[in-house]
């Protein structure tokens, strides 16, 4: 009897600790990708037009003269959305170039080709990325 206790007690500590194992390796994991590798979790692309009028239309059973309205009022939103980051994207540009501009007026002309080619190769690793 006591030789079956203890391989009870035996097997329910190893579940145990595997369970913390799985457990605390699994947010290390995690923990180690967000601050270290820089990741975050999966990125939820945008519903397009579509997928947002046919969800509305699904939830709230629309007629079809609220499903034009309401794709009119989503392409609206969705113009003046764009407007928005492109007046952001040029404020964006602007303010980085007055940056590289202050920086060159500091340095030498040696300097400032060397820095000329470290901003062509960021520039171009940016439009990579995009």
Not at 11 to 17: I, K
Not at 60 to 85: P, S
């Amino acid at each position: 009897m006591k030789n079956t206790k203890t391989r009870l007690e035996a097997a329910a500590l190893f579940l145990v600790v595997f369970v913390l194992g799985v457990t605390f390796g699994a947010l290390g994991n995690r923990v180690w990708d967000q601050r270290v590798s820089g990741q975050t979790g999966a990125v939820h692309p945008k519903p397009t037009r579509d997928q947002v009028l046919q969800d509305l239309t699904q939830r709230l059973q629309l007629t079809a003269e609220q499903q034009r309205e309401i794709g009119a009022a989503i392409d609206d939103t969705r113009a003046k959305w764009q407007a928005l980051d492109t007046a952001r994207d040029a404020q964006h540009e602007t303010i980085r170039q007055q940056f590289r501009a202050n920086i060159r007026a500091t340095l030498t002309p040696e300097q400032q080709v060397k820095f000329d080619e470290l901003i062509r190769k960021r520039e171009a690793e940016r439009q990579s990325a995009h």
